[in-house]
């Protein structure tokens, strides 16, 4: 019987807890995902503004990346979601979006954010504030100089082209017995900076996306080649399936690999993972036939929702993260590049980064020249997500030979004529 | 431990007895079957017939008001197709990949964790020491979830793993087994029965408990061979639970997702694609999300799981209607 | 119990240890090679720093590389053990490498700076185990928040459910009723579309009740799983009519009847049952994620999914949690499986 009590009572403090859940006058949510220490950081610096703001309590849930992708957009039209968000598709979410413009400074926000506003007004376009670009990222190359040192080969230079690249990397993996030459993240982004290079369009003259024309193919053919070459670890391609991502960091950290392109965000676990095990670079990207060397940019961004209950405290936190200072801080802290113009032309003081991390994040800020106009397109197309999925999943097949090049092109296409109708 | 609910199972009592006076003792079995079929109907039986109703509709929006009628038009997508045999020839390739795919895996991965669920069950149902132990042993797997389980099967097969680091020592020599569509075929079969064995083998260890200790003292005084034990008195004994084990465990091997899609997130190319990953990526990871031909296409699923089944329960019929 | 067991297989001459006692054993032993192993390499694994997990190839113990405090130099010093040129055998610490070549000092000498190649060296390596993995998920966020989240879900769902599906599963195996074999039928049926397909549906029934990010809205929906009346039914099946007939002889009440034996005569089933409810539960990952959105209300399977980004997963941090998680319901098993050997065999002389 005692036991039994015991029960009980354990079970009304459940329902007491539950009922406490009374809530503040203006509590906002926010609905964050980490890479690495972005939530804590956000979350110090919120406590800041909270202090400044008694009658905001900012709330952050921090949830995994899964949460954001495929729930997220699901609560959002149920009417159940958070007030603000950290979201990486952009333009896709835009009709849930809340316009800040009302609530903020309008000549700041442009003056600062400029170009990276117009990813968050999806298809609709117009001028409206939806979201800030909290960290930029851009691709590019990570080579293992200590491997080049020990093979005696030279580091090619920084207008080298992509064959430039593997045939040097080719050269240093046959004379060190490194296990691969080179690779490539297996993510439709990934590989769009390259394929650009390589003169790929991707939208057609009035603007709608086509993803495959010649430029794209030969890109394409050139990567299947690579790969049945051994150019290119198979490894990370064909040892995955679906629209997965896939990265080559670890391969690259025991250093058997010379030559890895992924991009901006790897710089910290290279740093704490490589250590001192051999010397390595950021060298951008190298350049395509068409004279291209185009990365891609890309990131992650702050956005509220309509439907919040506060607008104007959601308005407010947002202002507040996005005020030089604070955005400054949180670029140091998180170790990312900076969307923010005036922080960028500042430079930023990397928190706890070694000299060769500094150098690397210094290397992509720098190789953000050389991002070409259709990549920034290509990053504010609302259906980009889209078609990194078919770019993956088809050049899969081409490379495992469940495909020829000719059918995966086909394929690419059909599949994103098909998608295109369906959301029309 | 029961005897804490004593008191509320006699307030139970008061109304249920209440009501056999009023309904008679046959009735009365509705009222047994109400709670779960009000819960059921509602968190289970309803979404499936949203379902249903989301497979006639098209377009991204995730509201079934807000999207457009489609009727059978996501149906007719699934089955345009010159030669069924040839994906290649579809117009959704991947789906019929994701079926040839799926039909192979399952027909191996349920034979072999049947049947090693089934030798588990008994060696662990016999006189052995440390019982507990063991059982716990063949059960830890199940409590993993899919990430992990992947996770730890991939250190130990890719390219720097355990295992070629033991064939290399054995002098066979290492293999790259992930980006070989075959060997990833059969990992994913293994790894697959590895990570629910023990769910099964649980399940089959329970049905043993039902056989009465005499049949089996009777089978004893006559002297039959242990082989003629298990096919006279444990198979036929045990039938109710193999019918559970073999229903459940076709209608799991089809819907095997999770562990495979972390483990080789069904490739090399499609080679382990099988079909909860297409349905997935079509109406939820991917985009647009297809939630329509993601429904239409869990629907034809379900329509070969209800025949296979039905072929199951007949030819079970015995132990279905005992 | 012995005897009964044993000669399932050994009945010639009463040997202690027939061949199928040493196929039986050989068979466990595997069985903890291969179902066991994998899951105490995980556990160790718990215990490697990040640019450990990350290292080729992977090593069963969690290693790091041994340092030396050296007057002098504010940070320790890694250690290499020299295996070729003419240090050959001495143990050195670096100062810096550049390059290939690495600077480096005998500790017990440290003014003599030594200039060697990278390749005529290997670190020195100590067993080291990182248990800041596990101290910091409690300095991170609020840990015991989340266990107590888990563990209501896990206990108010797995009672919920067990009442429930035992009383329908008891309608289904022992009265004749008309739709009998509908119900049934209709209760596998919705087993064969998939939990993916079926998240979306569910999760706008469970916002329109108004149980979004409420515990119940975990607890109930999962309290309805098909499989659970499958399973005792067919258990229940097995159990003899006479017993059942003798009860109401007796006059007892059908819910007596219900409570006073067929419940005690499934316990293996139950306990089966119970076993998987809890770990279904406390596993459920999927649908707690969507109904879920306030850290008040987060279970510890979404805390450890969390570590899980767009780009990067903090794996030892996620490993730790993991095998935090897994402590309590491998031990709930431990307990309970004990109760699978109490059904009928042990019950039933009655």
Known sequence: MKSSLLKTSALATVFGLGATAAFAADEVRFMCYSDGNECEVYEDVLSRFEADNPEIDVIVDVVPYQAILENLPVQLAAGTGPDIAKVTDLGGLNQYYLDLAPHVDRGYWESAFGDTLNWYRGAAGGDGIYGMHSQLTITGGFVNATLFEQAGVALPASDASWSDWAAAATKVAKATGTDFPMAIDRSGHRVAGPAISYGAKLFDDAGDAILVDDGFTAFTQQFVDWHNDGTIARDVWAGQGGATYQDAAQEFINGELVFYYSGSWQVGRMDKNVGDFFDWKVVGSPCGPSGACSGMPGGAGIVGFEQTKHPKAVAAVIDYLAQEDVYAEVTARTRNLPAHSAVATKGVEFQDASPAAADALSAFAADLSDVSPIAFAYQGYAGNRAMYGITVERLSQAIVGELSVAEAMERASSDLKAALEETK | ?322 | MRNLWTMLTATRGKTRLHWTDWVSYGYLIMGIFLMFGPVLWLVLSSFKTEAALERFPPTLLPYTQQTVAVEGYDDPLPLFKMTAGEYEGRTLAQLRRVGLQAQMIDPAKPDERLRVSINDREPLEEIYLATENYTSLFERFNFLRFFWNSTFITVTATALMLLVNSMAAFALSKYEFRGRTAVLLIVIGTLMIPQTVVLVPLFLVVTELGMFNSLWGVIIPGAATPTGVFLLRQYMITIPDEILDAARMDRASEWKIFWRIIVPLSAPAIAVLAILAIMWRWNDFLWPLIVLTRSENFTLQLALNSFQGELQTDWSSLLAMTVLTLLPIATVFMFLQKYIATGIASTGGK
Request: proline share 4%; charged share 15%; with cysteine.
């Open chain 2, 1 to 322: 431990m029961l005897q804490i609910l004593t008191p509320l199972m006699r307030i139970i009592e008061i109304p249920m007895l209440a009501l056999q006076r009023r309904l008679g003792v046959n009735k009365l079995a509705w009222v047994f079957l109400m709670p779960n079929l009000v819960l059921f109907g509602l968190f289970a039986f309803l979404p499936v017939l949203l379902n249903v109703a989301y497979s006639m509709t098209g377009g991204d929006n995730v509201l079934l008001g807000d999207r457009p009628y489609v009727g059978g038009r996501n149906f007719g997508l699934l089955a345009e197709c010159d030669n069924f045999l040839d994906p290649n020839s579809c117009r959704e390739d991947k789906f019929w990949r994701a079926i040839w795919n799926t039909s192979w895996f399952v027909t191996l991965q349920v034979g072999i964790m049947v049947g090693f669920s089934l030798l588990t069950a008994i060696i662990l149902n016999r006189d052995i020491r440390a019982r507990g132990f063991f059982r716990s042993v063949f059960f830890f797997p199940v409590l993993l979830s899919p990430v992990v389980v992947a996770l730890i099967w991939k250190w130990i097969l890719q390219r720097h793993g355990v295992l070629n680091a033991f064939l290399d020592w054995t002098g066979i020599g290492g293999y790259n087994w992930l980006v070989d569509a075959q060997w990833a075929f059969a990992w994913s079969v293994f790894i697959s029965v590895w990570a629910h064995m023990g769910f099964y083998t649980l399940i089959l260890l329970a049905g043993l408990q039902a056989i009465p200790r005499d049949v089996y003292e009777a089978a004893l005084m006559d002297r039959a061979s242990p082989w003629r034990t298990f096919r006279r008195i444990t198979l036929p004994l045990l039938s109710p639970t193999l019918l559970v084990v073999l229903v459940l465990s076709l209608i799991k091997g089809v819907q095997t997702f999770d562990e495979v899609y972390a483990f080789t997130g069904g490739g090399p190319g499609t080679a382990t694609t099988f079909i909860i990953q297409y349905i997935y990526e079509e109406g939820f990871a991917g985009a647009p999300r297809l939630f329509g031909l993601a429904a239409a296409a869990s629907l034809v699923v379900a329509g070969v799981l209800v025949l296979l089944t039905l072929v199951q329960l007949w030819a079970n019929r015995k132990n279905v209607d005992a």
